[in-house]
């Protein structure tokens, strides 16, 4: 999943909406240059009220990208983004993971990820699985991703690295032939992204 630059929502936007971004990023990086005019704990920063309406204001098309340039240009560290994913709608969670591989090092968000792939809103799926997972998820959790992908029909190409992880993974390739059984002895349809994934591993599907 990507998300537009600044530039081409500027582009996309029409004009309301366009001025709309322009005071919730400035807002942003006023929070993100003086973080101690954000320290009441009663009161939300205005910018995530914004990150919040995005939706309305820009619509839903563009509200992915919008929010992602919200928190970017916000700086939200760790605690920050495990609040607004907590709080958040699926949307909102989605923007959150989307950012992370942007705003977080380390492995400090992998809850997020591990929250999202515990769902079955393949859109949160389908984020959970970008690049911060390729980076941070163990060979365990990694491989239950991809078979997260199957289960709920998101394509494989949403899992970033996949060629890189997967090769010469046999115990990938173990649980990938697992499943491929239990749907063929259940007289369903094995996906394509299966055989691809195989491949990937340098196994295949014995033929029945």
């Given at each position: ?44 920063p205005a910018w995530e ?134 749907r063929t002895a259940a ?22």
């Amino acid at each position: 999943m990507t998300t537009a630059t600044r530039t081409q929502l500027e582009a996309r936007l029409p004009g309301a909406a366009r001025a709309w971004l322009d005071e919730a990023l400035a807002e942003a990086a006023h929070a993100a240059a003086r973080p101690e005019d954000e320290l009441s704990p009663y009161a939300v920063p205005a910018w995530e009220l914004r990150f919040a309406a995005a939706g309305r204001h820009c619509g839903q098309e563009q509200a992915d990208s919008v929010r992602t340039l919200l928190l970017s240009e916000a700086r939200a560290d760790s605690a920050t983004l495990a609040r607004l994913y907590q709080q958040g709608t699926a949307a909102e969670r989605r923007a959150v993971l989307l950012s992370l591989p942007r705003l977080v090092d380390g492995p400090d968000a992998l809850p997020l990820v591990e929250d999202a792939l515990r769902t079955n809103d393949t859109r949160l799926v389908a984020a959970a699985v970008g690049p911060y997972a390729a980076r941070h998820l163990d060979p365990h959790a990694w491989r239950h991703a991809v078979l997260k992908c199957l289960f709920t029909g998101v394509p494989v190409d949403a899992a970033a690295g996949l060629t890189r992880r997967a090769a010469g993974d046999a115990e990938l390739a173990r649980m990938l032939a697992d499943y491929a059984a239990e749907r063929t002895a259940a007289g369903r349809e094995v996906p394509p992204d299966v055989h691809r994934v195989l491949t990937l591993t340098g196994e295949q599907l014995e033929e029945s």
